[in-house]
């Protein structure tokens, strides 16, 4: 079964970190590049960090620069996202997603999805 998991998420304090990854099952990430989207209650889900199959491009979404850090590991067929100094604005759930190659802004060029777990950012 073609699928990404997703792990991580949870419940953090504001200035907290946490750590989402994502794995690949049933074929091979380093052919596509992987997205995380976010999706809070009530709002559009929205870009936040992307990068490329090869991992010489990125993109951040303007709020999340300077905390947020993605990467990806295509020995071990995963991509992780290193969430910094959280605010309470992060919390959404997160959707890792992975289209051939290249990152695009569009949620429907996207092949594949995990299954977006919850980070919540709350004192």
């Known amino acids: 079964q073609l699928q990404l998991v997703e792990s991580g998420g949870g419940l953090v304090q504001p200035g907290g970190s946490l750590r989402l990854s994502c794995a690949a099952s049933?074929?091979?990430?380093?052919?596509?590049?992987i997205h995380w989207f976010r999706q809070a209650p009530g709002k559009e889900r929205e870009g936040v960090s992307c990068?490329?199959?090869?991992?010489?491009?990125?993109y951040y979404l303007d709020s999340v620069k300077g905390r947020f850090t993605i990467s990806r590991d295509n020995a071990a067929n995963t991509a992780n996202l290193q969430m910094d100094s959280l605010e309470p604005e992060d919390t959404a759930d997160y959707y890792c997603?992975?289209?051939?190659?290249?990152?695009?802004?569009?949620?429907?060029?996207?092949?594949?999805w995990g299954q977006g777990p919850q980070v919540t950012v709350s004192s």
């Open positions: 997603a992975a289209r051939l190659d290249y990152c695009s802004v569009y949620t429907e060029d996207y092949d594949y």
């Open positions: 049933g074929f091979t990430l380093g052919y596509y590049a």
């Open positions: 990068i490329s199959s090869s991992g010489r491009s990125t």
